[in-house]
């Protein structure tokens, strides 16, 4: 058809009549034109060669139209490019959130716009709702997320300081519902808008300054809304591209509502100021120091270790990004996690013990019976995600080339002595703070806080407002002196209080009570633990012997007896502990006067000027002075070694029978070095030294 009408519009067809030129011409072009012309005129009374030129001028006449369109378009962005100065946020982009929000905030409600697009789902995350709920404290309405009203697609216009501006949020793919009118129904009526569709923001004028300022506008509303929460920004779970994506706002948490040891906090807060100070920074640059700062709160489960980094985050303003590095995909995920930080703020390693990253391999010094123990000790960490990540990964972006400035590292964990060495040395983590089980002085605290009044002088529903605030100290007084020092959990204790929320009085009468029952049901619970761990560690001796009798056998040297089993099982550890030391020598070798000197293990961590070395009472005591309830590393060494000392002699007595030879001096010797060689860093905190030093001596 577009062949014929351009024929037809090229060719004059108005006098294209039989057996003239022209009709011959279109006859040629047109097999069997001749014989539709005829059929058309008599049948229908119509000049075919009329109506095609007719079509041919009428398609011109649109294709005409569509020129002018196109260069009326031009001429217009022409005009809009040399009149307006604009800038274009991606949807992605929390900026775009905030322009959003402001809008919702200043124009639309104003100006009364009547289109709009509502959101009731990803709402809950942003400080209007928060505020809302906290303001109307109404239960029903809190069971329902409330409705945000936004803008929708296409632009937007205000006047901001003076300025004309414009904001369009722009249609993507995604948002499009293709309705059954096409593409004549305008967007705002044909789709919803998904959240990622980029704005641009334009403003009547030559420079792109009062957009700067009024984005800057909308990031200040923002913050504002946001005073009262501690904003904390996740990473997403298992995407394709790793990125900060899920906010959530948490209310404020005041740090004095974390109880521990006073004199730490202090030391905390004010080594967290020093840090922050603009001085520091130029200090640190200017001696070519990188600008970082890592801290790891240790202590059992609900000591408070993430209450502590949020109200850390609370009061220094800070957002603070969580990191669950078990669901990052590999390490330059996340490299780019951390090259996406801002440059002030607090990234939050939870449980950094159980990430299921491994230790590097090769730098394990476990012996055989620690690792046993180990696995008895660590049931749960057989149920542990691993992650993808390498632990190299993990240290590069602490503290590697690759590692921004300008952002505190709080890392958590149960089990700090399981930390790699590398993982805690000074530039990674610079303070090691342990959060113990809580004290009677904290448990007044606790106590005070759940039933005094609050900052803007509430007191409490119920039959507690009633209750002088006098009476409540004695209360408080006499309730933490039933506290055992450094037995219960905060959180137990908090758990504890909430039963009693409104019953100060019956809280501090039960409490005796109540401890009684919580240490019987902690001590069963030991009990049990203890009792699975030796079955478990019974069953990996019976499968060992087994492997040894399999292999006596094998070897054909007719050993058989339980004795002569262990005798050779002893006789293997010792080979083994041998050839590890061996080893190891072959990395340190330094013998002067023919004494073999151990070197000192890396202390830095240890050596470091940390607050509070001596045990503190109140629940928290720094690392060097306490290593929590489990059995160290360095004292199962040293207890193996006390296993070993004696498997020593029993090895000699059964190689003499053997017929072998076997220095026990060197063996000593060698085992001595064992403990010189903390396997976990925090040897190297508390025993490594001193250790390392007498049997160097010896
Ligand atoms: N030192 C503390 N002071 C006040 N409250 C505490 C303290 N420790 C724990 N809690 C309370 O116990 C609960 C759990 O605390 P949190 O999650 O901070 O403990 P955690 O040490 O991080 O636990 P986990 O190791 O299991 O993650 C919270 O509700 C918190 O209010």
């Given at each position: 058809m577009n062949s014929l009408l351009a024929l037809a519009g090229t060719t004059s067809?108005?006098?294209?009549?039989?057996?003239t030129a022209s009709f011959e011409q279109l006859e040629e072009r047109i097999p069997g034109f001749g014989v539709l012309q005829n059929f058309f005129k008599s049948w229908l009374g119509v000049d075919l060669t009329t109506v095609l030129t007719a079509a041919a001028l009428m398609g011109a006449a649109s294709s005409g139209v569509r020129t002018i369109q196109a260069s009326g378009s031009k001429v217009y962005w022409w005009i809009i490019r040399f009149l307006t100065a604009s800038i274009s946020i991606a949807g992605k982009d929390r900026l775009n959130r905030e322009v959003l929000n402001w809008l919702g905030a200043h124009v639309l409600t104003t100006k009364g716009t009547r289109v709009l697009t509502a959101h009731s789902e990803t709402i809950q995350t942003d400080a209007w709702h928060h505020r809302r709920v906290l303001e109307r404290n109404d239960y029903h309405h809190e069971k329902r997320v409330p409705v945000q009203y936004l803008p929708t697609f296409g632009a937007t216009w205000f006047i901001h300081g003076r300025n004309l501006f414009m904001v369009r949020r722009i249609l993507t793919t995604s948002s499009h519902y293709k309705s059954a009118w096409g593409n004549q129904t305008p967007d705002e009526y044909s789709g919803a808008p998904q959240g990622d569709e980029p704005l641009v923001v334009m403003c009547l004028g030559r420079s792109v300054e009062p957009i700067k300022k009024f984005l800057d506008s909308c990031r200040v509303f923002a913050d504002k809304q946001r005073e009262a929460f501690v904003t904390v920004r996740a990473s997403k779970a298992r995407s394709y591209e790793e990125s900060w994506d899920t906010t959530i706002l948490r209310p404020l948490r005041p740090l004095?509502?974390?109880?521990?040891?006073e004199k730490i906090k202090a030391e905390l807060v004010a080594d967290l100021e020093n840090y922050l100070d603009p001085s520091t920074r130029k200090f640190y640059n200017g001696r070519g120091i990188p600008y970082r700062r890592g801290y790891l709160f240790y202590g059992p489960p609900g000591t408070g270790k993430t209450s502590l980094s949020l109200a850390l985050a609370g009061m220094f303003g800070l957002e603070l990004y969580l990191l669950h590095v078990p669901s990052v995909s590999d390490d330059r995920s996340l490299e780019k996690l951390f090259a996406a930080l801002p440059p002030r703020c607090m990234v939050l390693l939870e449980d950094i013990d159980a990430v299921g990253i491994k230790r590097r391999p090769g730098k394990s010094d476990d012996s055989d019976d620690e690792k046993d123990d180990k696995d008895s000790d660590s049931e749960e960490e057989r149920n542990l995600p691993s992650s993808r990540c390498t632990l190299a990964g993990l240290l590069n972006v602490l503290d590697g080339v690759a590692s921004q400035e300008g952002r505190i590292v709080l890392m958590t964990s149960n089990?700090?002595?399981?930390?790699?060495k590398a993982l805690v040395r000074p530039g990674r983590v610079d303070r090691i703070i342990y959060l113990g089980n809580i004290s009677p002085r904290s448990s007044e605290l606790m106590f005070m806080r759940m039933y005094s009044r609050n900052d803007e002088g509430q007191a409490p529903a119920g039959t507690v407002a009633k209750i002088p605030e006098a009476e409540l100290t004695q209360l408080a007084l006499s309730f933490s002196k039933e506290i055992p020092d450094e037995v219960l959990t905060p959180a137990q204790l908090q758990g504890y209080l909430l039963n009693y929320r409104e019953a100060p009085v019956e809280a501090a009468a039960n409490i005796r009570a109540w401890v009684a029952e919580e240490r019987r049901i902690m001590d069963a619970a030991k009990e049990k633990a203890r009792k699975a761990a030796e079955k478990r560690r019974k069953r990996r001796r019976e499968n060992k012997l087994k492997a040894y009798a399999k292999m006596a056998s094998q070897m054909g040297n007719g050993l058989g007896s339980d004795a002569e089993l262990e005798a050779l099982e002893r006789r293997v550890q010792n080979e083994k502990m041998k050839r590890h030391l061996q080893a190891q020598k072959k990395n340190e070798p330094q013998k002067t006067n023919g004494k073999t000197q151990v070197k000192a293990p890396v202390t830095a961590v240890g050596k470091r000027p940390l607050p509070g070395n001596a045990a503190s009472t109140n629940g928290v005591q720094e690392t060097r002075t306490t290593v929590p309830s489990r059995e160290s590393a360095a004292e199962r060494v040293l207890a193996g070694n006390a296993a070993s000392t004696n498997g020593i002699q029993e090895t000699q007595k059964e190689t003499d029978d053997n017929g072998e030879a076997r220095g026990s001096e060197s063996t000593a010797q060698e085992t001595e070095k064992t403990v010189g060689d903390p396997s976990s860093p925090l040897e190297s905190l508390s025993n490594g030294d001193k250790i390392t030093a007498e049997k160097t001596e010896s």
């Open positions: 067809l108005l006098g294209a009549r039989p057996g004095e509502t974390v109880h521990f040891d089990f700090a002595e399981k930390l790699d």
